[in-house]
């Protein structure tokens, strides 16, 4: 149970890494850090593709296309999304509307697989409903009175950074529900391997990416310092880092978690992404959070907590 629960810390502490890269690249365009932080992966992909070159072999051309899928929606939309949030509304916000990735994709789940699965009861998911909105509220309430004092203040800014936080949610609410029906109508098939061949799949994606992005920035006459920007070491570290521990490493320690912890409890610790994601915004601010934001925090963590303790029912005949 120890160990199962330091791996789900370290899973989360990794993948916090995500929401830092946008906070400490701001003049680089989203479009560019989603395609180099893939791009590394897909690179990371590569060697693991060929220790496990016989399973991926028995992969056939409709897998390898919902493979592109999944790698075009799950990776390279859900981080553009994202990484365009948290340039326009910061960090705080954004993180908090993707930590209620738990509780979305579960209530999605049971409507969407109410007949096989059961169907959440509303009135026992309500009250949870209610906390993580007002928790959300909170802290939107405090970088909202933060932002009205700067003289340069951009409300409708920070209003579209809120929206494409929605967008990555809705990314991310896919990803997972569309990887379980495959893995559930494929049995027989290593879950390790499917995400390696995601992985291999991401690959030619982000480079067609960086390819068209560095040409339609040639072609609009954009000054931006292609392919690697005013700051090449920072941001070459900084995609390999998180290319390698947020996507690869990160992983592999939830799926260890996973393996020693019950379902129930390590759906109950991806929370710790969110909190690390936090933590490392207000350390790049250089300031402690105000009392409001620790409230919304807490009410956030109690909310998604509480509905992934909500059991489906089953429905009747």
């Known amino acids: 149970m120890w160990a199962g629960t330091l791996y789900a810390l370290a899973a989360g502490l990794m993948w916090g890494l995500v929401f830092v890269g946008p906070l400490l690249l701001p003049e680089y365009p989203a479009a560019l850090q989603s395609v180099a932080r893939y791009l590394a992966f897909g690179l990371i992909a590569i060697p693991l593709a060929w220790l496990d070159r016989k399973a ?24 553009l999304c994202l990484a365009s949030a948290i340039q326009r509304a910061g960090g705080p916000v954004p993180t908090m509307i993707i930590g209620t990735l738990p509780v979305v994709i579960a209530i999605c789940a049971n409507l969407r697989n109410a ?86 799949a991401t690959l030619p994606l982000a480079l067609a990416g960086y390819g068209l992005l560095w040409g339609g920035m ?74 409001l934001t620790l409230a919304g925090i807490a009410l956030l963590m109690i909310g998604v907590l509480r509905a992934v303790r909500v059991k489906p029912e089953p429905l009747p005949a």
């Open 115 to 200: 007949r096989r699965d059961g169907r959440l009861p509303w009135k026992r998911l309500a009250p949870s409903l209610a906390l993580i909105a007002l928790g959300i509220a909170c802290v939107n309430q405090v970088e909202l009175q933060a932002l009205r004092q700067e003289a340069d203040a951009d409300l409708s800014r920070y209003a579209i950074g809120a929206v494409l936080a929605l967008g990555a949610v809705a990314c991310w609410t896919w990803y997972p529900l569309r990887n379980a029906d495959w893995l559930r109508n494929h049995p027989g098939r290593s879950p390790r391997t499917w995400a390696t061949a995601q992985g291999v």
């Open 218 to 291: 040639a072609l609009t006459g954009n000054d931006f310092a292609m392919p690697l920007g005013p700051r090449p070491e920072v941001f070459l570290g900084l995609m390999i880092s998180i290319g390698l521990f947020a996507s690869w490493l990160g992983t592999l320690c939830w799926n260890e978690a996973s393996q020693r912890l019950p379902t129930a409890l390590a759906g109950q610790l991806i929370v710790f992404e969110t909190l690390a994601a936090l933590a490392y915004a207000f350390m790049l601010r250089g300031n402690l959070p105000q009392p």
């Open 56 to 79: 991926l072999r028995q992969l056939g051309r409709a897998d390898w296309i919902e493979a592109l899928k999944l790698a075009a929606i799950g990776n390279l939309l859900y981080y």
